[in-house]
T-cell receptor
Framework: AQSVTQPDIHITVSEGASLELRCNYS??????LFWYVQSPGQGLQLLLK??????LVQGIKGFEAEFKRSQSSFNLRKPSVHWSDAAEYFC????????????FGQGTTLQVKP | GAGVSQSPRYKVAKRGQDVALRCDPI?????LFWYQQALGQGPEFLTY????????KSGLPSDRFFAERPEGSVSTLKIQRTQQEDSAVYLC?????????????????FGDGTRLSIL
């Protein structure tokens, strides 16, 4: 069955520190992978996506993610976290062409200490 | 419009009442998705439309949930005889035609959701 696991429910980092949010997926075919961010009371904003090609993907707000097929992972990273990055982060997997549904992980809540 | 619009933003209903949630997708987007997001959880797929055709309703939790998109634009998610476990945020998303989605910077555009509370 298709699934996404985000092992860390809650992460706290200091402002200016580096960040890595973990995501593992289970998918029978070549996955299309996404990271979304959600601020309280808001919808989901796409940070970045992986469809094919270069396994290191750059996104908005200084985020990047690396697709590792051998580890079934798509971890999100940022070299220096800003207080405004505090939010809920969701990893998701979708089917070919992204015309189908997205399967989301449980989410990771990021708290940023001043 | 500029983005996906959902209304109402908040809905409070008594257990047993029927509710209707509206989604206005981005103009020209043929695909429309509904998701349910329980508190502290990730969104879960409910149903998918391509134009007016409901191609996948495998995520609807019971026959109390019904979705329609009669003219291929606005969609309504209806929940009959609401129960407390229906309390959640209901998210709508739309995406461009399949041939364009892959190359879009944002394949699925999400609305801000409707927060439904059942008392």
């Amino acid at each position: 069955a298709q699934s996404v696991t985000q092992p860390d429910i809650h992460i706290t980092v200091s402002e200016g520190a580096s960040l890595e949010l973990r995501c593992n997926y289970s998918y029978g075919a070549t996955p299309y992978l996404f990271w979304y961010v959600q601020s309280p009371g808001q919808g989901l904003q796409l940070l970045l996506k992986y469809f094919s090609g270069d396994t290191l993907v750059q996104g908005i707000k200084g985020f990047e993610a690396e697709f590792k097929r051998s580890q079934s992972s798509f971890n999100l990273r940022k070299p220096s976290v800003h207080w405004s990055d505090a939010a809920e982060y969701f990893c998701a997997v979708g089917g070919s062409g992204n015309t189908g549904k997205l399967i989301f992980g449980q989410g990771t809540t990021l708290q940023v200490k001043p | 419009g500029a983005g996906v619009s959902q209304s109402p933003r908040y809905k409070v209903a008594k257990r047993g009442q029927d509710v209707a949630l509206r989604c206005d997708p981005i103009s020209g987007h043929v695909s429309l998705f509904w998701y349910q997001q329980a508190l502290g959880q990730g969104p879960e797929f409910l149903t998918y439309f391509q134009n007016e055709a409901q191609l996948d309703k495998s995520g609807l939790p019971s026959d109390r949930f019904f979705a329609e998109r009669p003219e291929g634009s606005v969609s309504t998610l209806k929940i009959q005889r609401t129960q407390q476990e229906d309390s959640a945020v209901y998210l709508c998303a739309s995406s461009p035609p399949p041939g364009q989605a892959r190359y879009s910077n944002q394949p699925q555009h999400f609305g801000d959701g409707t927060r439904l509370s059942i008392l």
